[in-house]
């Protein structure tokens, strides 16, 4: 399982390497695509289809399917990590996280997000904020469908 927090560096040419512990999981053939919230997501070519999970075998009539079935895909690039598990970012993908520099790696079981480490500064506050709010969401989602 894909977990813990992770930083790195984005250098020369858009160029990053994927933290080991999390390369020894989730292998060296990946896709990686735009996320929410301005991550990124990176996940293992084998793992793609979970990501797909609720819009796959949808109608086609169905705009909600095709609108995160285009965003999800039509953002996505199939990347190899080389010797040292570095790859590179994708100039349209750096600029929709908007990557500087520095970059945090989250874990997130099935995925990794890539995020910029100002803008994962920023999210991680507001969430530390409301996190029992959101677990209260969360709970009296599942009441709701029982």
């Known amino acids: 399982m894909l ?11 858009s160029r990053i390497a994927l933290p080991k512990k999390l390369r020894e ?3 060296e053939k990946l ?5 929410y919230e301005n991550s990124l997501i990176l996940v293992s070519e084998a793992g793609w289809k979970a990501l797909l999970e609720g819009t796959e075998g949808r109608p086609f009539i169905e705009k909600p399917a095709r609108e995160i079935q285009r965003y999800l895909l039509g953002g996505a ?12 970012i994708p100039d349209y993908l750096r600029r929709f996280a908007k990557i500087k520099g520095k970059v ?3 874990g997130l ?3 990794v997000e890539l995020w910029d ?4 500064e920023e999210y991680r506050q507001n969430l530390e904020k409301n996190i029992d709010k959101i677990s209260e969401k ?3 989602k599942e009441d709701t469908k029982k």
């Open 138 to 140: 969360l709970i009296n």
């Open 31 to 35: 896709i990686i695509t735009l996320g």
């Open 109 to 111: 079981s099935r995925y």
């Open 3 to 13: 977990l813990g927090q992770y930083e790195g560096k984005v250098g020369e040419k």
């Open 77 to 88: 690039t199939n990347i190899s990590l080389d010797s040292k598990g570095r790859f590179i």
């Open 117 to 120: 480490m100002e803008l994962w």
């Open 104 to 106: 945090v790696f989250l």
């Open 25 to 27: 999981i989730i292998g």
